[in-house]
Protein backbone atom coordinates (compact mmCIF):
# COMPACT_ATOMS: atom_id res chain seq x y z
CA UNK A 1 0.00 0.00 0.00
CA UNK A 2 1.12 3.48 -0.83
CA UNK A 3 0.73 6.31 1.42
CA UNK A 4 0.27 9.37 -0.46
CA UNK A 5 2.25 11.74 1.87
CA UNK A 6 0.81 14.95 0.28
CA UNK A 7 -2.56 13.42 2.17
CA UNK A 8 -0.72 13.46 5.40
CA UNK A 9 -2.30 16.50 6.89
CA UNK A 10 -6.07 14.81 5.63
CA UNK A 11 -7.55 13.08 8.81
CA UNK A 12 -10.22 10.58 6.69
CA UNK A 13 -7.67 10.25 4.43
CA UNK A 14 -5.00 9.16 7.12
CA UNK A 15 -8.21 7.10 8.97
CA UNK A 16 -8.68 5.29 5.79
CA UNK A 17 -4.77 4.25 5.83
CA UNK A 18 -4.46 2.93 9.38
CA UNK A 19 -7.78 0.74 9.17
CA UNK A 20 -6.13 -0.99 6.28
CA UNK A 21 -2.44 -1.15 7.47
CA UNK A 22 -2.11 0.06 11.27
CA UNK A 23 1.91 0.56 11.13
CA UNK A 24 1.15 3.60 8.21
CA UNK A 25 1.24 5.32 11.45
CA UNK A 26 4.96 5.71 11.18
CA UNK A 27 3.75 8.10 7.77
CA UNK A 28 1.49 10.29 9.49
CA UNK A 29 2.22 13.57 10.90
CA UNK A 30 3.23 14.05 13.85
CA UNK A 31 -0.58 15.67 14.59
CA UNK A 32 -2.08 12.15 14.22
CA UNK A 33 0.42 10.30 15.99
CA UNK A 34 -1.16 12.74 19.05
CA UNK A 35 -4.81 11.85 17.69
CA UNK A 36 -6.77 9.14 19.79
CA UNK A 37 -8.83 8.10 17.07
CA UNK A 38 -6.48 8.12 14.39
CA UNK A 39 -3.93 5.98 16.60
CA UNK A 40 -6.85 3.49 17.95
CA UNK A 41 -7.49 2.67 14.39
CA UNK A 42 -3.60 1.87 13.69
CA UNK A 43 -3.48 -0.33 17.04
CA UNK A 44 -7.02 -2.37 16.16
CA UNK A 45 -5.39 -2.88 12.72
CA UNK A 46 -2.12 -3.66 13.93
CA UNK A 47 -1.07 -3.39 17.61
CA UNK A 48 2.75 -3.29 16.75
CA UNK A 49 1.19 0.34 15.62
CA UNK A 50 1.47 1.46 19.28
CA UNK A 51 5.43 2.12 18.53
CA UNK A 52 4.36 4.83 16.49
CA UNK A 53 1.90 7.03 18.65
CA UNK A 54 2.93 10.10 20.51
CA UNK A 55 4.84 9.79 23.95
CA UNK A 56 1.43 11.20 25.34
CA UNK A 57 -1.10 8.42 23.59
CA UNK A 58 1.42 5.42 24.89
CA UNK A 59 0.08 6.36 28.68
CA UNK A 60 -3.24 6.47 27.28
CA UNK A 61 -4.54 3.01 29.04
CA UNK A 62 -7.78 2.29 26.27
CA UNK A 63 -4.75 2.05 23.58
CA UNK A 64 -2.23 -0.09 25.45
CA UNK A 65 -5.04 -2.32 26.67
CA UNK A 66 -6.39 -2.22 22.78
CA UNK A 67 -2.66 -3.81 21.86
CA UNK A 68 -0.99 -5.77 24.65
CA UNK A 69 -4.38 -7.75 24.54
CA UNK A 70 -3.63 -8.88 21.12
CA UNK A 71 -0.04 -8.56 21.39
CA UNK A 72 1.73 -8.92 24.93
CA UNK A 73 5.25 -7.96 24.24
CA UNK A 74 4.07 -3.98 23.12
CA UNK A 75 4.18 -3.35 26.61
CA UNK A 76 7.31 -2.27 25.56
CA UNK A 77 6.22 0.56 23.92
CA UNK A 78 3.72 1.81 27.23
CA UNK A 79 4.44 4.24 29.62
CA UNK A 80 6.28 3.60 32.68
CA UNK A 81 2.22 4.37 34.75
CA UNK A 82 1.09 2.19 32.16
CA UNK A 83 3.69 -0.95 33.46
CA UNK A 84 2.90 -0.74 36.60
CA UNK A 85 -0.70 -0.93 35.79
CA UNK A 86 -1.82 -4.52 37.23
CA UNK A 87 -4.49 -4.58 34.17
CA UNK A 88 -2.14 -3.84 31.99
CA UNK A 89 0.17 -5.81 32.17
CA UNK A 90 -2.01 -8.57 33.17
CA UNK A 91 -3.55 -8.86 30.31
CA UNK A 92 0.22 -8.21 28.40
CA UNK A 93 1.56 -11.67 30.29
CA UNK A 94 -1.45 -13.85 29.67
CA UNK A 95 -0.46 -13.05 26.28
CA UNK A 96 3.15 -13.37 26.56
CA UNK A 97 5.21 -14.22 29.50
CA UNK A 98 7.99 -11.86 27.90
CA UNK A 99 5.83 -9.00 28.93
CA UNK A 100 7.16 -9.33 32.71
CA UNK A 101 10.49 -7.71 31.50
CA UNK A 102 8.92 -4.78 31.19
CA UNK A 103 6.67 -4.51 34.07
CA UNK A 104 7.73 -2.59 37.26
CA UNK A 105 9.68 -4.03 39.92
CA UNK A 106 6.52 -3.59 42.02
CA UNK A 107 4.33 -6.53 39.08
CA UNK A 108 7.47 -7.97 38.89
CA UNK A 109 6.85 -9.46 42.62
CA UNK A 110 2.62 -9.67 42.07
CA UNK A 111 2.16 -13.20 42.77
CA UNK A 112 -0.86 -13.48 40.17
CA UNK A 113 0.53 -11.43 37.65
CA UNK A 114 4.00 -13.80 37.93
CA UNK A 115 2.01 -16.61 37.75
CA UNK A 116 0.34 -15.77 35.06
CA UNK A 117 3.87 -15.00 32.90
CA UNK A 118 5.47 -17.81 33.84
CA UNK A 119 2.90 -19.99 32.99
CA UNK A 120 2.99 -18.38 29.40
CA UNK A 121 6.38 -18.08 29.18
CA UNK A 122 8.80 -20.23 32.05
CA UNK A 123 12.21 -18.96 31.61
CA UNK A 124 10.45 -15.55 32.41
CA UNK A 125 10.97 -16.28 36.07
CA UNK A 126 14.11 -15.00 35.81
CA UNK A 127 12.58 -11.15 35.83
CA UNK A 128 9.89 -12.01 38.93
CA UNK A 129 11.94 -10.86 42.61
CA UNK A 130 13.39 -12.68 44.63
CA UNK A 131 10.52 -13.47 46.80
CA UNK A 132 8.65 -14.90 43.57
CA UNK A 133 11.86 -17.03 42.56
CA UNK A 134 11.77 -18.71 46.25
CA UNK A 135 7.96 -19.38 45.80
CA UNK A 136 6.93 -22.94 44.98
CA UNK A 137 3.74 -22.36 43.44
CA UNK A 138 5.29 -19.97 40.60
CA UNK A 139 8.25 -22.30 40.09
CA UNK A 140 6.12 -25.23 39.87
CA UNK A 141 3.97 -23.39 37.07
CA UNK A 142 7.19 -22.33 35.72
CA UNK A 143 9.05 -25.31 35.01
CA UNK A 144 5.89 -27.26 33.96
CA UNK A 145 5.91 -24.99 30.91
CA UNK A 146 9.79 -24.85 30.75
CA UNK A 147 12.15 -27.11 32.42
CA UNK A 148 15.13 -24.51 31.69
CA UNK A 149 13.10 -22.41 34.29
CA UNK A 150 15.35 -24.43 37.11
CA UNK A 151 18.03 -21.77 36.57
CA UNK A 152 16.27 -19.32 37.93
CA UNK A 153 15.08 -20.84 41.47
CA UNK A 154 16.99 -18.96 44.17
CA UNK A 155 15.93 -21.70 46.88
CA UNK A 156 17.96 -24.67 47.46
CA UNK A 157 15.14 -25.60 49.58
CA UNK A 158 12.65 -25.96 46.17
CA UNK A 159 15.85 -26.81 44.17
CA UNK A 160 15.84 -30.24 45.90
CA UNK A 161 11.95 -30.14 46.49
CA UNK A 162 10.21 -33.75 45.97
CA UNK A 163 7.49 -32.13 43.86
CA UNK A 164 9.62 -30.04 41.65
CA UNK A 165 12.35 -32.74 41.16
CA UNK A 166 9.67 -35.26 39.46
CA UNK A 167 8.65 -32.10 37.18
CA UNK A 168 12.62 -32.36 36.39
CA UNK A 169 13.05 -36.00 35.16
Avoid at 32 to 44: G, I, N, S, T, Y
Avoid at 109 to 128: F, P, R, S, T, W
Avoid at 152 to 169: A, C, Q, R, T
Wanted: charged share 40%.
Amino acid sequence: MDFNIEKNSDKEYVLGQVRQQGKILDLASEDFKKDKEVVLEAVKNDPEALEFASIELKGDKEIVLESVKKVGWTICYASEKLRDDKEVVLAAVQKNGQGLYYASQTLRDDKQVVLEAVKNKGIILKYASARLRKDKDVVIEAIKQNKKAKEYILSDELKNDEDILKLLE
